[in-house]
């Protein structure tokens, strides 16, 4: 079955402070990757995407992720943090092959970002 | 912002009741999903749409049928609420696979 892990549930870092959320996925085939922005009462939003090319992604609000094949990694980084950051942050994957897929969310990392 | 909307955003129902929850699009997109969101469990995938009348089942999908007679709408039904249904049910949109998925704003179910 096609799964999504996250690997931390909460990460509290400290304003200005670097942090790495963590992602792996299960797939014995081609995947698309993504990460989303959940703020408090709000629906989610994309950071970024990895389709194909280059292995390290750039996304919005200064968030970078590098897709790792042999680890089956895609983990979300960012080098300095702002209080503004605090949200939930989802891992996704298609994994895609045939007609149509669908979209496999991991269970979210709280980021609570203290000044 | 895409033109996405789910009605109605709350809801409050008895145990045993029907439900309907409405996922209405105005941008054409192909795929459509049903996600149900609880603390611990992230989003978990209802039911999902490839297109008009073309529906699959997601990983929670017992008790939950789901109906999309045209493109821009994809409905929800729970066809005998219960409490373990209470939660945050978001609906999304998707032009072709591997493009951005749109999130409506969510509906806040209650089952008493």
């Known amino acids: 079955a096609q799964s999504v892990t996250q690997l931390d549930s909460q990460v509290p870092v400290f304003e200005e402070a670097p942090v790495e959320l963590r992602c792996n996925y299960s797939?014995?085939?081609?995947?698309?990757l993504f990460w989303y922005v959940q703020y408090p009462n709000q629906g989610l939003q994309l950071l970024l995407k990895y389709l194909s090319g280059s292995t390290l992604v750039k996304g919005i609000n200064g968030f970078e992720a590098e897709f790792n094949k042999s680890q089956t990694s895609f983990h979300l980084r960012k080098p300095s943090v702002h209080i503004s950051d605090t949200a939930e942050y989802f891992c996704?994957?298609?994994?895609?092959?045939?007609?149509?897929?669908?979209?496999?969310f991991g269970k979210g990392t709280k980021l609570s970002v203290k000044p | 912002d895409a033109g996405i909307t789910q009605s109605p955003r709350h809801k409050v129902t008895e145990t045993g009741t029907p439900v309907t929850l409405r996922c209405h699009q105005t941008?054409?997109?192909?795929?459509m999903y049903w996600y149900r969101q609880d603390p611990g469990h992230g989003l978990r995938l209802i039911h999902y749409s490839y297109g008009v009348k073309d529906t699959d089942k997601g990983e929670v999908s017992d008790g939950y049928s789901v109906s999309r007679s045209k493109t821009e709408d994809f409905l929800l039904t729970l066809e005998s609420a219960t409490s373990s249904q209470t939660s945050v049910y978001f609906c999304a949109i998707e032009e072709g696979m591997g493009t951005e998925a749109f999130f409506g704003q969510g509906t806040r179910l209650t089952v008493v």
């Open positions: 996704a994957v298609i994994h895609y092959g045939g007609s149509q897929g669908n979209l496999i």
């Open positions: 797939s014995s085939v081609s995947v698309y």
């Open positions: 941008e054409n997109h192909r795929y």
